[in-house]
């Protein structure tokens, strides 16, 4: 897979989902007793990159897990891995895990990319390690095979028809549900967040570490606090930066209904960057009539969709809108997407269609982000119950139509979750800081007070007064920064729960 391939992938997932610590141990050497179910793990064999773009010193390497976990003697699959090693081996603690977000995101080239935004204390003390996750190219991969069509960003994401009526959702559910278990393989029934985090501690082995730590973003927080609770024992410093809700009855359902409050967190921002005097991209004198003329607008295009040649789907209508709305509030850097939108919508125009990431690796993401969240949880399949939920939702975030708690193909996916969802707790080491921005579209703040809840004495939590996804060293400020920083490089972390004015 070419760099370019892989910066395109990489884009089309973020358009598609943060006390001193007791002990200090150094890194050993792989053996029985570092490695997972008391299995010795072969050390990797690390190789020059494939690509162009990336840093000379990223090494990368290839790992064999389980398909099955529960079958270790059965069939095994590739885990793709990268890594720099620490860049002052005097000053080296071990290893510093990227976690990507998605389900469906890869840190394979983070090492190169946002690991070398971390401070020189913390690339000193850490090897940068990435990876794609199970299912995802380089490594072993899959696919749904699904419809082009049904991979727009506006269908994959379960946008109810104008009226409110879920029998379109449902519909697609099934036939995207049916694509990804003709086409998916026996892969795809084993993709879950516990699975991840298995093979993470297979990982942890073939680097011979007896302690992990981590970064973990987005849905890589989940895969870092359910990591923490299957191998406590085996976590050093963890910073979890955009904080799921880990709600063991709903799992990813949860973290798709945060959506309604993340939007309500952060438009009223997005409306008032979109009313200041002298930006070239004014969509009003005041910041509140922001509001009600996105609301205008999206029902008139409901009404009438204006043709999009090159777009997928080609007309822009208001859940396309609505679509684009989410995706521009991740960060203020992508307002403009969204006021140029609606500028040209009004006049009935449209820009020229976004650049489709290539259909193999739609595929292939969309395939990897189905599995994980389908088989993490069961979803309700009767109609009636996303019926109620989504007219409550209409009712109460006009913003968001529903779509939050609508039916997504997780509803017709017929493989029951092969275990129950992991319940996050307080038991284990008190190592695990959350970093989380007030407002956050995809991860809204009331999710991480979810999870500091669950992990209890284990976490303190740093909320950061700013705007969008990705607080740490993104979207965040010099406190929340700093805060997190200094905890990765001296484990030094506040006594108690932080507020980064």
């Known amino acids: 897979m070419t760099q370019r391939t892989r910066t395109i992938r990489n884009a089309a997932i973020a358009g598609v989902s943060t006390a001193l610590l007791l002990g200090i141990t150094a890194p050993l050497t792989a053996t029985a007793s570092t490695a997972p179910d008391g299995a010795a793990s072969e050390p990797l064999a690390w190789t020059a990159c494939e690509g162009t773009g990336l840093d000379p010193r990223q090494q990368c390497a290839t790992l064999e897990v389980p398909m099955d976990h529960a079958d270790p ?3 095994r699959i590739d885990i793709a891995v990268s890594r720099i090693p620490s860049e002052n081996p005097g000053a080296r603690r071990g290893t510093l895990l990227l976690i990507p977000g ?7 080239n983070d090492p190169s990319g946002k690991g070398q935004k971390l401070p ?10 990435g990876f794609a996750p199970r299912g995802l190219a380089p490594s072993t991969s899959v696919s749904c095979g699904l419809e082009h069509g049904d991979l727009a960003t506006s269908r994959l994401r379960p946008w109810p028809a104008p009226d409110g009526s879920v029998d379109g959702n449902m519909t697609t559910a ?27 501690d ?15 973003t987005s849905y890589g927080t989940y895969v870092g606090a359910v990591y923490a609770q299957l191998f406590p024992h085996r976590t050093d410093r963890l910073v979890l930066d955009s904080v799921d809700d880990p709600d063991p009855a709903r799992v990813n359902r949860a973290w798709l209904a945060g959506h309604e409050q993340g939007v309500e967190d952060t438009f009223p921002h997005f409306a008032a960057w979109a009313a200041r005097p002298g930006n070239p991209d004014r969509l009003a004198a005041r910041a509140a009539d922001v509001r009600p003329m996105f609301l205008r607008l999206a029902a008139r295009l409901d009404r009438e969709p204006i043709p999009w040649p090159g777009a997928n789907p080609a007309e822009l209508n208001g859940n396309v809108l609505r679509q684009t709305m989410l995706d521009s509030l991740y960060a203020p850097s992508r307002y403009p997407t969204l006021a ?13 269609a976004p650049q489709a990431p290539p259909e193999a690796v739609l595929q292939n993401v969309t395939a990897v982000g189905a599995g994980t969240l ?8 009767e109609q009636g119950v996303y019926e109620k939920d989504v007219a409550e939702s209409r009712a109460e975030y006009p913003l968001t139509a529903g779509m939050p708690r609508n039916a997504m193909l997780c509803a017709a996916w017929p493989y029951p979750p092969r275990e129950a969802p992991v319940r996050i707790t307080d038991e284990g080491p008190s190592n695990i800081l959350l970093v989380s921005s007030e407002r956050d579209v995809a991860t809204p703040l009331a999710g991480a007070l979810k999870m500091r809840e669950a992990l209890g004495r284990r ?43």
């Not at 020189?120 to 390690?129: F, G």
């Not at 705007?467 to 965040?476: A, E, I, K, R, S």
């Open 459 to 501: 976490a303190v939590l740093v909320t950061v007064d700013a705007t969008g996804h990705n607080p740490y060293l993104v979207n965040g400020n010099a406190c929340g920064d700093d805060t997190a920083s200094r905890f990765l490089a001296t484990g030094q972390r506040p006594e108690a729960d932080t507020h980064c004015a």
């Open 340 to 352: 140029r939108l609606m500028r040209a919508a009004r006049e009935g125009t449209v820009p020229p």
């Open 374 to 381: 389908c088989n993490d949880v069961a979803w309700p399949k």
């Open 73 to 75: 003697d059965g069939p």
């Open 102 to 108: 998605g389900p469906g995101g890869s840190s394979i």
């Open 174 to 200: 099934r036939r995207m549900a049916d694509a990804c278990i003709r086409n998916g393989g026996e892969l795809i029934k084993h993709l879950s967040t516990a699975n991840e985090a298995r093979d993470l």
């Open 202 to 216: 297979r990982l942890r082995a073939a680097l011979g570490e007896r302690k992990l730590s981590a970064w973990g």
């Open 120 to 129: 020189q204390e913390v690339r000193d003390a850490y090897d940068l390690v």
